[in-house]
């Protein structure tokens, strides 16, 4: 919701420090304000600083204080906030609190009150030194720790701000090639668009081109890529531009980042097509969309019409309440989530009966994943020996996870040896062939069947020609040569005698 201002990102680079029993407090701030100071040539006047004030539960951080105060930074210019801006910490496990480094920006106070936290964007906060010193439990004891932690970030677009003395992270030269781009095409560009589709088709950028990265889908990762592509198609369509600038945008992207992240320039065709297909598929909904959401928004939006809008059209909840916001309407978020939990248990009861040993979700690129995990299992076995049995898997549209029993850990050779049998099966273009049978005739013919007593009287056995049998509820492709390329990124021991791979197609 804050991308957009002059500070928000929904993509930003961090640079980072850490020390794991090494150094502390007095080291890591003293080494902060140095690098600030000394290297980057901060004004120390323009420096603002904020500790943990302490609570009930954890005491007041005077280290943190009185080593400011040491630096040079006047008592004026430290502030004690509470755990909500200074704390570190999950629900158990390690945490402690924070200090958190300023820059005064130069703009107006915005009330007497004015102060780092601030939302009015006076005081830049460009970086953080999170000090994890206590171990938390379930039952909420802190407990000190024997090994005091040091966490680190600084963010890169907001550093760079403040040394180039602009107003905003998008006037600073990573992001103003991006910007011209969509305001040539603008008559009357507003700020806030402008900016929003170059955050997010930048973010999308760099989520396709991570070596894991994520496919446009409604769960997980997927769902993150998938709000930040047709928010930017949105975005595009009250500017009345064209979303081919969305192309000009990646393209740039990719130039501006090359040098140091290579493998955007590698996977560029790749980026512009699953973002193109992303933007195809969205099209062919938003108008109509749009013209049910005028409709439904003569007042608020019910959690119901919300849904409506997600399942039928493809709208996003948080696209339905920013277009909501925009009219001065609300959207009922709980009834909202109401109603997808509601499907959520539907769709699982109906996949369950429907595809018994195979995928709940069949989305086309779970799909492929789930041909090629046959195609792994059988690799595996053909290059370790015939004892490899599965023990699980997760298929999601952007990669595969297979658990199998093996009792050491792959070497590089036989990993090597697993994906170029894959990628030959692939190539092979092998029928892939479904058959309705017994059980027992399954077996007869050497159908892999690692979960029979979760099958019922009758099976689908799965056949890739002359290489792969496996008793499964599917779906599966039709052929291998649809799949692409396997690579696998990960193999890791989950517990004894059980091997783990991720893998991907590209």
Same mark, same amino acid.
């Given at each position: 919701?804050?991308?957009? $201002?002059?500070?928000?990102?929904?993509?930003?680079?961090?640079?980072?420090?850490?020390?794991?029993?090494?150094?502390?407090?007095?080291?890591?701030?003293?080494?902060?304000?140095?690098?600030?100071?000394?290297?980057?040539? #901060?004004?120390?006047?323009?420096?603002?600083?904020?500790?943990?004030?302490?609570?009930?539960?954890?005491?007041?951080?005077?280290?943190?204080? +009185?080593?400011?105060?040491?630096?040079? #930074?006047?008592?004026?210019?430290?502030?004690?906030?509470?755990?909500? $801006?200074?704390?570190?910490?999950?629900?158990?496990?390690?945490?402690?609190?924070?200090?958190?480094?300023?820059?005064?920006?130069?703009?107006?106070?915005?009330?007497? +009150?004015? /102060?780092?936290?601030?939302?009015?964007?006076?005081?830049?906060?460009?970086?953080? &030194?999170?000090?994890? %010193?206590?171990?938390?439990?379930? @039952?909420?004891?802190?407990?000190?720790?024997?090994?005091?932690?040091?966490?680190?970030?600084?963010?890169?677009?907001?550093?760079? !701000?403040?040394?180039? &003395?602009?107003?905003?992270?998008?006037?600073?030269?990573?992001?103003?090639?991006?910007?011209?781009?969509?305001?040539?095409?603008?008559?009357?560009?507003?700020?806030?668009?402008?900016?929003?589709?170059?955050?997010?088709?930048?973010?999308?950028?760099?989520?396709?081109?991570?070596?894991?990265?994520?496919?446009?889908?409604?769960?997980?990762?997927?769902?993150?890529?998938?709000?930040?592509?047709?928010?930017? #198609?949105?975005?595009?369509?009250?500017?009345?531009?064209?979303?081919?600038?969305?192309?000009?945008?990646?393209?740039?992207?990719?130039?501006?980042? /090359?040098?140091?992240?290579?493998?955007?320039?590698?996977?560029? $065709?790749?980026?512009? =097509?699953?973002?193109?297909?992303?933007?195809?598929?969205?099209?062919?909904?938003?108008?109509?969309?749009?013209?049910?959401?005028?409709?439904? =928004?003569? @007042?608020?939006?019910?959690?119901?019409?919300?849904?409506?809008?997600?399942?039928?059209?493809?709208?996003?909840?948080?696209?339905?309440?920013?277009?909501?916001?925009?009219?001065?309407?609300?959207?009922?978020?709980?009834?909202?989530?109401?109603?997808?939990?509601?499907?959520?248990?539907?769709?699982?009861?109906?996949?369950?009966?429907?595809?018994?040993?195979?995928? !709940? +979700?069949?989305?086309?690129?779970?799909?492929?994943?789930?041909?090629?995990?046959?195609?792994?299992?059988?690799?595996?076995?053909?290059?370790?020996?015939?004892?490899?049995?599965?023990?699980?898997?997760?298929?999601?549209?952007?990669?595969?996870?297979?658990?199998?029993?093996?009792?050491?850990?792959?070497?590089?050779?036989?990993?090597?040896?697993?994906? !170029?049998?894959?990628?030959?099966?692939?190539?092979?273009?092998?029928?892939?062939?479904?058959?309705?049978?017994?059980?027992?005739? !399954?077996?007869?013919?050497?159908?892999?069947?690692?979960?029979? $007593?979760?099958?019922?009287?009758?099976?689908?056995?799965?056949?890739?020609?002359?290489?792969?049998?496996?008793?499964?509820?599917?779906?599966?492709?039709?052929?291998? @040569?649809?799949?692409?390329?396997?690579?696998?990124? @990960? %193999?890791?021991?989950?517990?004894?005698?059980?091997?783990?791979?991720?893998?991907?197609?590209?």
């Amino acid at each position: 919701d804050d991308v957009g $201002d002059d500070t928000h990102l929904t993509f930003f680079e961090m640079l980072g420090n850490w020390s794991l029993g090494d150094y502390f407090k007095k080291e890591s701030l003293a080494w902060s304000f140095e690098f600030l100071t000394k290297v980057l040539k #901060i004004n120390p006047d323009k420096i603002f600083v904020t500790v943990f004030e302490g609570d009930k539960i954890v005491p007041k951080d005077y280290e943190s204080f +009185n080593t400011w105060i040491k630096l040079g #930074i006047p008592e004026e210019r430290i502030y004690f906030l509470p755990r909500d $801006d200074n704390w570190w910490g999950l629900e158990t496990g390690p945490c402690g609190p924070d200090s958190e480094i300023f820059i005064d920006s130069g703009k107006k106070e915005c009330s007497k +009150n004015c /102060k780092p936290g601030c939302s009015c964007g006076k005081y830049v906060e460009v970086w953080n &030194n999170v000090f994890m %010193e206590y171990n938390k439990d379930a @039952k909420n004891n802190y407990t000190p720790l024997a090994q005091k932690n040091v966490d680190t970030g600084m963010g890169v677009e907001r550093m760079l !701000a403040m040394l180039e &003395n602009k107003k905003s992270v998008y006037d600073t030269e990573l992001f103003t090639p991006l910007i011209r781009i969509v305001e040539k095409e603008c008559k009357k560009p507003l700020i806030k668009s402008v900016r929003v589709i170059v955050d997010h088709v930048r973010a999308a950028t760099f989520i396709l081109g991570d070596e894991i990265g994520a496919l446009p889908s409604r769960i997980g990762r997927g769902y993150v890529l998938r709000r930040l592509i047709r928010r930017a #198609i949105r975005h595009c369509k009250l500017l009345n531009i064209s979303t081919n600038v969305c192309n000009e945008l990646i393209n740039e992207t990719i130039n501006i980042y /090359k040098k140091r992240y290579s493998l955007l320039a590698k996977k560029k $065709d790749f980026i512009l =097509s699953e973002f193109d297909k992303e933007v195809k598929k969205f099209s062919l909904t938003l108008d109509k969309g749009l013209n049910v959401f005028e409709k439904l =928004s003569k @007042k608020n939006v019910s959690g119901k019409d919300a849904f409506l809008l997600y399942q039928s059209y493809g709208f996003p909840a948080e696209m339905t309440k920013e277009l909501a916001e925009e009219k001065g309407l609300k959207v009922d978020m709980k009834g909202f989530n109401e109603e997808f939990e509601k499907h959520q248990t539907l769709s699982r009861k109906s996949a369950g009966n429907k595809f018994k040993g195979g995928l !709940a +979700n069949t989305d086309g690129r779970t799909v492929k994943l789930h041909t090629a995990t046959h195609l792994l299992a059988q690799a595996l076995r053909a290059v370790l020996n015939e004892g490899v049995k599965q023990r699980g898997s997760n298929i999601t549209p952007e990669r595969l996870r297979f658990d199998f029993t093996f009792s050491r850990a792959l070497t590089k050779e036989e990993l090597n040896k697993v994906e !170029a049998l894959v990628n030959r099966k692939i190539k092979e273009s092998l029928p892939v062939t479904r058959k309705e049978m017994t059980l027992e005739e !399954a077996k007869a013919i050497g159908a892999q069947a690692e979960f029979s $007593d979760k099958y019922g009287n009758k099976v689908f056995v799965y056949s890739i020609s002359g290489f792969s049998k496996e008793v499964c509820g599917g779906p599966h492709v039709k052929n291998t @040569k649809e799949l692409g390329r396997f690579k696998i990124l @990960k %193999e890791e021991s989950i517990s004894s005698g059980v091997r783990r791979i991720r893998a991907v197609l590209e």
